[in-house]
């Protein structure tokens, strides 16, 4: 599979990386969670992995066809949240697997289709819902009040301003169009006409993040990989953003045996409960200078990665408050 020729529309970040991580051995199976236009899962082909791949984007999957057809019987491809990724493979008869990658966040294809509506450079249609249903960046904000939209902006995106850019944007409502939204954020952040950072990057990621439910995403698929990967098995995450980085940090401290909330300044740990379910994980990576410099979307890239071991998974319960404790 290593003649497979690399998609020349998208250079996947930390890719050589991710499949150090996932530590691939001919014949093993592992789970690609963000499928995206294929590149780790080609890197993982070539590797000698069967792989299943997962995306909520039914483009994604729909483009990935050809993939599967090059793939000799070894890539499955699957329409779906990876948020229940575990029921998604039990469908398909799978209990364990030997490796789980996520790659978090929106893909270059999504960004650069302006139908999408993700883009603020390119004018469409203000949607941005990777499963392409559900309610879509419009529909909320043109019915949120200025308290919900503010609070998003600031949690999501950083935005310092967001109750100034919340005011706008309800006053201009109703809103249709990706280049109306980015105009009303600009002229509420009194943006000038050529500085070099658009001030609506920060409030676009917000509204994005809260259309696709991402946090609650990344939780709910950390914890179905700990279901999922057998004893030995390697996570491997890939984030861009520090909200997204600080839960995958917290989480695999959490169930590493460590204290995920990490901080000096807070009481001394409470003994754990459970047996750690992950071992402790690798240093973290982020790209090189080269890396960097080719590919200006993998400056904020950090991959951090952990083997699982043999304990049972946590419950339910516990998961989804424990591992937001950031
Ligand atoms: C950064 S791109 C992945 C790029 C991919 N690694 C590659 O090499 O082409 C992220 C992809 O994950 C998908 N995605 C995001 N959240 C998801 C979720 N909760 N479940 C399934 N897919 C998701 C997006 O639709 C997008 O296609």
């Not at 780790?40 to 729909?62: F, H, N, S, W």
């Not at 204290?259 to 001394?268: E, I, L, N, Q």
Request: hydrophobic share 40%; with cysteine.
């Amino acid at each position: 599979m290593s003649e497979l020729p690399r998609d020349p529309r998208h250079d996947p970040v930390l890719r050589d990386e991710v499949v150090a991580a996932l530590a691939i051995m001919p014949g093993e199976r592992h789970v690609d969670a963000t499928f995206g236009a294929g590149g780790y899962t080609r890197a993982m082909l070539a590797a000698g992995a069967e792989v299943i791949a997962c995306d909520r984007d039914p483009d994604a999957i729909a483009e990935g066809q050809a993939l599967v057809e090059e793939s000799d019987g070894r890539l499955t491809l699957i329409e779906g949240r990876f948020g229940e990724i575990d029921r998604l493979l039990a469908e398909r008869g799978i209990e364990a697997v030997d490796g789980i990658v996520f790659d978090i966040g929106v893909s270059s294809m999504q960004l650069d289709r302006a139908d999408r509506g993700f883009s603020f450079q390119a004018d469409g249609p203000l949607d941005m819902r990777m499963a392409q249903s559900g309610e879509s960046a419009a529909d909320w904000l043109n019915r949120a009040d200025e308290g919900e939209i503010a609070d998003v902006l600031y949690h999501y995106g950083d935005e310092r301003q967001s109750r100034r850019v919340a005011r706008a944007i309800v006053a201009a409502r109703p809103l249709s169009r990706t280049g109306e939204l980015a105009a009303v954020i600009r002229k509420a952040l009194r943006h000038p006409p050529g500085a070099p950072k658009d001030p609506a990057t920060k409030s676009f990621q917000a509204i994005r993040i809260h259309i696709n439910g991402e946090l609650e995403e990344l939780v709910a698929g950390l914890c179905a990989a700990e279901r999922v990967l057998r004893p030995g098995g390697r996570l491997a995450v890939v984030s861009f953003h520090s909200t997204e980085d600080r839960i995958v940090k917290n989480f695999l401290r959490e169930r590493s045996g460590g204290d995920a909330r990490g901080s000096r300044h807070r009481p001394a740990p409470v003994p754990l409960a459970r047996a750690a379910t992950f071992h402790p994980p690798a240093r973290k990576v982020r790209p090189g200078k080269a890396e960097e410099a080719r590919n200006p979307r993998a400056r904020s890239a950090t991959l951090r990665s952990a083997v699982r071991t043999s304990a049972p998974a946590w419950p339910a319960d516990d998961r989804m408050k424990e591992a937001m404790s950031c």
